[in-house]
C-alpha cells in the first residue's frame, strides 16, 4: 500500500526567512510519480510540480525548490525568501503509474504561516 | 493547460434534500474522474473512481446509494448527495485523469453546508 507522510503539521516563519517542508512516502512499486499540491483558504489545488521515480534530479522554480532522493524516500520541497502569499496548506501526494485509474495519495498537509 | 470546471462553488441545502456537484473538463477528456471530500483541518480522502460510461468505484466506507456519480460521458461528470444530513457538510472536490497523461487536473472545490 502506497503512503505519504508529512510529519509537520503547522509551520509559522517570518516573511523573507526560508522554509522546508518535508515528505517521506511509501511504495513497492518502482515506477511512481511524486507531486506537490498548494491549497490556499479559496480551497482550490494548485499544481506545484510532478516529479517520476526515475528523475531524481532536483528542480528549482523561482523561489520554489525540491529535493528527491530515492535513497531515504523523500521529496522535501524549500521556499526560499518566503512571502505572505506562501501562506497555505501544502500537501504531497503519491500515484503509480499502473493506468488511467492510478489513485493519488496525499499526505496530512502542513499548514505553512508566513508572517510580515 | 488543462481545466476542470466544477459547480456550485458553493451551496447550502436543507437536510433531507439532495444536492448535485457537476465537473466539467473544458479542453480535454476526461476518461477517469475521482472525487474526493475534505473536513476541516484534514486531508483530501478519496470517495470514488469513475471511467466514463461505467459504474463507479468507491472506496471502503463510502455509501454509494447516498453519493451517486454519474460520468456518462467524457467531459462530464456528477455527483449528487442524497438525502443529505449536517455530517455531510464538507468540500467536495473532484480531479481528472485523461488516457496516457499522468497528470491530475482538479476542480476549485465544492464547499456543501446541510443545515
Known amino acids: 500500500a502506497q503512503k505519504v507522510t508529512q510529519a509537520q503539521t503547522e509551520i509559522s516563519v517570518v516573511e523573507k526567512e526560508d522554509v522546508t517542508l518535508d515528505c517521506v512516502y511509501e511504495?513497492?512499486?518502482?515506477?511512481?510519480?511524486l507531486f506537490w499540491y498548494k491549497q490556499p483558504p479559496s480551497g482550490e489545488l494548485v499544481f506545484l510540480i510532478r516529479?517520476?521515480?526515475?528523475?531524481?534530479q532536483n528542480e528549482i522554480s523561482g523561489r520554489y525548490s525540491w529535493n528527491f532522493q530515492k535513497s531515504t524516500s523523500s521529496f522535501n520541497f524549500t521556499i526560499t525568501a518566503s512571502q505572505v502569499v506562501d501562506s497555505a496548506v501544502y500537501f504531497c501526494?503519491?500515484?503509480?503509474?499502473?493506468?488511467?485509474?492510478?489513485?493519488?495519495?496525499f499526505g496530512k498537509g502542513i499548514t505553512l504561516s508566513v508572517r510580515p | 493547460g488543462a481545466v476542470v470546471s466544477q459547480h456550485p462553488s458553493r451551496v447550502i441545502c436543507k437536510s433531507g434534500t439532495s444536492v448535485k456537484i457537476e465537473c466539467r473538463s473544458l479542453?480535454?477528456?476526461?476518461?477517469?474522474m475521482f472525487w474526493y471530500r475534505q473536513f476541516p483541518k484534514q486531508s483530501l480522502m478519496l470517495m470514488a473512481t469513475?471511467?466514463?460510461?461505467?459504474?463507479?468505484?468507491?472506496e471502503q466506507g463510502v455509501e454509494k446509494d447516498k453519493f451517486l456519480i454519474n460520468h456518462a460521458s467524457l467531459t462530464l461528470s456528477t455527483l449528487t448527495v442524497t438525502s443529505a444530513h449536517p455530517e455531510d457538510s464538507s468540500f467536495y472536490i473532484c480531479?481528472?485523469?485523461?488516457?496516457?497523461?499522468?497528470?491530475?487536473?482538479f476542480g476549485s472545490g465544492t464547499r456543501l453546508t446541510v443545515v
Open positions: 480531479s481528472a485523469r485523461t488516457r496516457g497523461n499522468y497528470g491530475y487536473t
Open positions: 511504495t513497492r512499486d518502482t515506477t511512481y510519480y
Open positions: 516529479r517520476n521515480s526515475f528523475d531524481e
Open positions: 501526494a503519491l500515484s503509480d503509474s499502473t493506468g488511467a485509474n492510478s489513485k493519488l495519495t
Open positions: 479542453d480535454f477528456q476526461a476518461t477517469t
Open positions: 469513475s471511467n466514463e460510461g461505467s459504474k463507479a468505484t468507491y
